[in-house]
C-alpha cells in the first residue's frame, strides 16, 4: 500500500520551505529542487528513492550540516540559514540527532563514554548526572550490561544500538538515521527498527519526537507512518506502490 506523501497539520518539529542544493563546478548539479517538507511531533517517515536522487542531500539540509542553494529550513518554527555557524552548532547539538550505516562509535571508549560525549559537548550536565543518563538510556536499549565495554567487544547490533544511545543523549526533538540498517543482518536490523518505532511511540504523549530515516529497504519504510519518496532531487507525489 501507498502511505500519504503530505504531513498531518500542525506545527511542525522541522520544516523545509522551497529549498534547493546546487553544488557547483564547470557543470552546475541540482541535488535538491524545490522540496517542500514538514515533519511533526510524533511522526516516523521514511524517505526513499533511487542511488543519487537527493535523499541523504535532504537529510544532512535538515540536519543543518549543509545550508540551501534557496530556500530556507525550521527547526521548531526557528529559521536557520541566517544563523551563524555556531548558532547552527548550537541548535544541532540540542534538538537534532544524527545515526548512520556506520556506528563511528570512537574504538577507544567505552559505551558508555562514547553516549555521554553529545552530553558533554552541549554542558548542561555535571558527570554525575551525564553518567547516570547514559547508563540509564543504554539499559533502555537492552545495553545495560555492557556500558562499559568498548566497541571491539560488541557486536554490530550492539554497536548500532549504541549510536542510537548516543543519538538521544541531549533529549533531541529529530532523529536523523541515513541506512541506519544497511550494515546489518536481518535479526539485528528487526532490533534497531523496533527501537526506532518504539521512541515514536512512547514519545507521542510526552515530549514528542520525529524520526526520520533515509532507507532503501523498502520493507522499513513500510513500517513507517509516512513515505516520501525522492526522485531526481523532487518529491513524488503520491510515493509509487510497493510491490
Known amino acids: 500500500m501507498s502511505l500519504p506523501a503530505t504531513a498531518p497539520q500542525g506545527r511542525p518539529l522541522i520544516e523545509t520551505r522551497g529549498v534547493t542544493r546546487v553544488i557547483g563546478g564547470d557543470i552546475p548539479a541540482t541535488l535538491v529542487a524545490g522540496i517542500d517538507f514538514a515533519v511533526q511531533p510524533g511522526e516516523f517517515v521514511a524517505v526513499t528513492g533511487p542511488s543519487g536522487s537527493g535523499k541523504s542531500s535532504l537529510l544532512y539540509l535538515l540536519g543543518l550540516l549543509d545550508k540551501p542553494t534557496t530556500g530556507e529550513v525550521y527547526v521548531d518554527g526557528k529559521a536557520t540559514s541566517e544563523l551563524s555557524e555556531d548558532a547552527r552548532a548550537a541548535l544541532r547539538l540540542s534538538s537534532l540527532s544524527f545515526v548512520f550505516q556506520f556506528h563511528f562509535l570512537l574504538p577507544e571508549f567505552t559505551a558508555m563514554d562514547n553516549v555521554m560525549?553529545?552530553?558533554?559537548?552541549?554542558?548542561?550536565?555535571?558527570?554525575?548526572?551525564?553518567?547516570?543518563?547514559?547508563?540509564?538510556?543504554?539499559?533502555?536499549?537492552?545495553?545495560?550490561?555492557?556500558?562499559?565495554?568498548?566497541?571491539?567487544q560488541m557486536s554490530g547490533g550492539q554497536r548500532?544500538?549504541?549510536?542510537?544511545?548516543?543519538?538521544?543523549?541531549?533529549?533531541?526533538?529529530?532523529?536523523?538515521?541515513?541506512?541506519?540498517?544497511?550494515?546489518?543482518?536481518?535479526?539485528?536490523?528487526?532490533q534497531v527498527l523496533s527501537?526506532?518505532?518504539?521512541?515514536?511511540?512512547?514519545?507521542?504523549?510526552?515530549?514528542?519526537?520525529?524520526?526520520?530515516?533515509v532507507t532503501h529497504d523498502l520493507d522499513l519504510a513500510a513500517k513507517a507512518d509516512r513515505r516520501v519518496h525522492i526522485v531526481d532531487g523532487r518529491i513524488e507525489a503520491p510515493a509509487p506502490q510497493d510491490d
Open 195 to 213: 527501537i526506532m518505532r518504539n521512541l515514536v511511540d512512547s514519545s507521542r504523549t510526552d515530549h514528542a519526537k520525529a524520526i526520520i530515516i
Open 117 to 152: 560525549l553529545p552530553m558533554r559537548a552541549l554542558g548542561k550536565l555535571n558527570d554525575k548526572e551525564m553518567q547516570a543518563r547514559a547508563l540509564d538510556i543504554l539499559a533502555s536499549l537492552g545495553l545495560g550490561d555492557h556500558a562499559r565495554k568498548r566497541p571491539d
Open 160 to 190: 548500532q544500538r549504541v549510536a542510537i544511545a548516543r543519538a538521544l543523549a541531549n533529549d533531541p526533538l529529530v532523529i536523523l538515521a541515513d541506512e541506519p540498517t544497511g550494515n546489518l543482518d536481518t535479526v539485528s536490523s528487526g
